[in-house]
């Protein structure tokens, strides 16, 4: 019976930790300072920047072809409880990577769970929202739409 709360469990972080990737790193600096008094974490790994090999397919069921190389930062950390967290954000904001790893193992004490979701993961799953959202309003404002007229003389 244990399965499906862990199951749960995972997609939380897994979410958190997108949160924690995609949110600007301004944002992630603000909200980080705004938990105050944190317990510290030691870091394990990094912040290291190197490159991931980006692969996709031709029509998504094609063969799958090198398309080319990102950079991305990551980093690892460990919390005087246990907690290890991971983090690896895509470009090369060493300090980026390092708050998300420890906002990661924070995420995985409970008793500081809730006030990570709270703080830090809804308010940049918000600001990636809105930013979505207002990349889709400008892209409509330049919409043009194609059709074809058809005359009866034909």
Do not use: C
Request: aromatic letters at 4%; charged letters at 25%; proline letters at 5%.
């Amino acid at each position: 019976m244990a399965e499906p709360i862990e199951a749960a469990e995972q997609a939380g972080r897994r979410r958190a930790a997108s949160a924690f990737a995609l949110a600007p790193a301004g944002l992630l600096a603000q909200r980080y300072e705004a938990l105050g008094t944190i317990p510290e974490a030691v870091p394990v790994r990094g912040p290291e920047v190197g490159l991931v090999m980006l692969r996709g397919r031709a029509g998504g069921g094609g063969a799958a072809f090198n398309l080319g190389e990102a950079s991305v930062a990551r980093a690892s950390v460990r919390l005087a409880s246990g907690e290890i967290g991971h983090a690896m954000i895509l470009g090369r904001d060493g300090a980026k990577a390092r708050m998300a790893a420890h906002l990661d193992a924070l995420w995985q004490n409970p008793d500081w769970r809730d006030r990570v979701e709270r703080e830090v993961v809804v308010p940049a799953l918000a600001a990636d929202s809105d930013a979505l959202r207002e990349r889709a309003e400008e892209t409509a404002a330049t919409r043009v739409d194609f059709f074809t007229l058809a005359r009866g003389e034909d």
